[in-house]
């Protein structure tokens, strides 16, 4: 049998993205001497070993409050700022609830969504292919952003002041028409350019 990989990380609290002692240390102890660990771009640690001993590890990594999703062709998890304003006015439980909700839906290409809990926008939401950012009591979503190369691009602002059941509706009409329409291994910034702002505008309001 071969080696296959898998992502993991701790979630997200107030202070971020936090691995505990006991987390890295049976982390490292589990996965064997051939295993490798990536410390990725997007707060996931990728986890390559042996087949035959995945399913052992997963269910001991979530025994310790790790969560688990699939690497490759997915959505990643929601890649968020730390909160700092607090978890009420940062927007920690619907972040919560848009990560549930997205992380680790087959997709053309991998998909990276940003969430910031306020303007200042500390997790980068615009270098995401959807970005989330919450604006006091309303949230606006970004499209498109794509920050590799010397010609790093901006997403742009999809949809603004929407409530937080129609941002988790318009992310998740995103995500499931980047699935429909989205050509094998197409980048999510390229597919928005191909399909236009417009065009995508009008599919989404269907
Ligand atoms: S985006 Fe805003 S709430 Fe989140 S860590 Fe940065 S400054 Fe704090």
Redesign the pocket.
């Known amino acids: 049998m071969g080696m296959m990989k898998f992502a993991v990380t701790p979630g997200f609290e107030v202070g ?1 993205t936090i691995l505990k002692p006991e987390q890295l240390a049976l982390l490292g102890s589990i996965i064997g001497e051939n295993a490798k660990i990536e410390l990725t771009n997007f707060k996931q640690l990728y986890v390559e070993l042996e087949e035959e001993r995945i399913e052992e590890v997963k269910r001991e990594l979530a025994a310790i409050e790790l969560e688990i999703y699939p690497a490759g062709f997915v959505t990643k998890s929601l890649i ?6 607090g978890a009420e ?2 927007g920690l439980a619907i972040a919560e609830k848009l990560n549930d909700m997205i992380a680790g839906i087959p997709t053309p290409s991998p998909v990276k969504i940003g969430y ?8 980068e939401p615009l270098l995401k292919d959807i970005g989330v950012v ?1 604006m006091r009591d309303t949230f606006d979503i970004y499209v498109g952003g794509e920050p590799k190369s010397l010609k790093p691009t901006f997403a742009e602002l999809f949809i603004t002041g929407v409530n937080a059941e129609q941002m988790m509706i318009t992310v998740d009409k995103l995500i499931t028409y980047f699935q429909m329409n989205g050509k094998n291994k197409e980048k999510f910034p390229k597919f928005i350019k191909r399909i236009s702002m417009d065009k995508l505008r009008e599919a989404l309001a269907n």
Do not use: H, P, Q
Not at 80 to 85: M, P, Y
Not at 116 to 123: D, I, K
């Open positions: 971020g968020t700022c730390n909160f700092c304003r006015d940062a910031a809990g306020c303007a200042l926008g500390t997790s919450k």
